[in-house]
């Protein structure tokens, strides 16, 4: 088994449950909302272990600590340490000679075994911290927020649910839709609140028409629905089914694009410009107008 140096004691890693392993998950979210910049998961982490061996007296291993170290070790570490006492505190890690999550492909780090070594909560965290969505062109971070106003507005985004039939991604677009083309910008709580519900239903890339009200999903991620799936606790046979999902909406996104490209080429080619203009292409969704907000 492997070690790692926690504040210079080296400690065998034993492998753990899923369960400290969500704990853990769920500290880390929280603290990842708390500051701005986030700082960087080694730091989280490292900061855990340390507070949990000292102010709470926890043993090396105990399977809350013993998760925090296999998460470290998994992105890479051999070691952290944390320095200075109250407000002079540093954090610092140093780089191991295996091989972390980057050099394995990502299907590796999402089976019951690795998540027993935390593989599976390292790859996760990595993807959630580094989530882009391609917004009209722009390239746009996904931030993590404060647990109410996700909840918030996961219910607005459940009221653009226009059937249960469809895959709850579209709801998510539609509702970031209403707010961009309400004029929101990454400014508004509202709009980085629905961006990360639309990356935690794999959404990668989206266009949105302000003027003729229509959106588009362009591109889906595999990485962020197998980490979302993790995340929310889904069990290690549903990581296939998201996966798949994932697949199946990216083909019919793909074919949307292809047929969006079909008509451009038919408008630029002749008379049948007129008809193709006037329908919206296939896949295509109209974006309701925007809801008027009531005061409270």
Known sequence: MPSYTLNGATIELQPQDREPFMWLASQVYRRMHAGNPTPPLPAILTMFAHEGTTTQGLATDDPRIQAIMWTLWQLGLKGSRVEGESESKQIKWDKGDHAGIDAAPVMECFSAEAIRDGRTLAASLAIAANRRINLNGTEIHVRINDFELIRAQSEEMNKRRQDEAHDPSMAAARY?????TGGADTNDLRLRAALELAADLGIRAMWV????RQLRIAAFSREAALAAAFL?????EHFELALKRADTLQQAAEETARKLAAQVQAQQGGPGAARAEARPAAGATTAPAPARRRRR
């Open 209 to 212: 028409d302000t003027v003729s």
């Open 176 to 180: 970031v839709a209403e707010l961009v």
């Open 232 to 236: 929310q606790g889904a069990p290690v």
